[in-house]
């Protein structure tokens, strides 16, 4: 079993912050099977447990970027929830997970995402 992105990411955060898995499990009150289940893959990683990893590495000076590892969490569970989203957000969920769109024009649609949000971000400071 090949570890997954958010796998990556979080012991990526461990190494960092000289973390093991059983200083990071102790800590958020989980077994280290149960933590390392979550990186390789071998369990779906529950959501609410996302926000338990950001505060634990926010609290030993580590942030990831805003939603990085929900976002990383969902393609790891290969499910992204739906409910909350208005139905023009979910229907555009619904086509990209439907569509037939090459890498590169996933990649363009990102790119141009990413400059929405940071579009987004210069206004509110402006």
Known sequence: MRITEFGEA????RYET????RSMSSALGVSPAFLSSMETGRDKVPLDF????EQFFAGLGFLFRKDELRKL????????PLSGLSP?????????????????QLKMFA????????????SRHD
Not at 10 to 13: H, L, P, Q, S, Y
Not at 88 to 98: D, E, K, T
Not at 111 to 122: F, P
């Open 10 to 13: 979080v012991r990526a955060a």
């Open 18 to 21: 000289r973390q093991t898995l």
């Open 50 to 53: 996302v926000g338990k990893v």
């Open 73 to 80: 969490a969902m393609v790891s569970n290969e499910n992204a």
């Open 88 to 104: 023009h957000h979910q229907m555009l969920v619904a086509g990209f997970a439907s569509s037939d769109f090459t890498e590169d």
């Open 111 to 122: 790119e141009a995402l990413d400059q929405i949000h940071a579009g987004r971000k210069e």
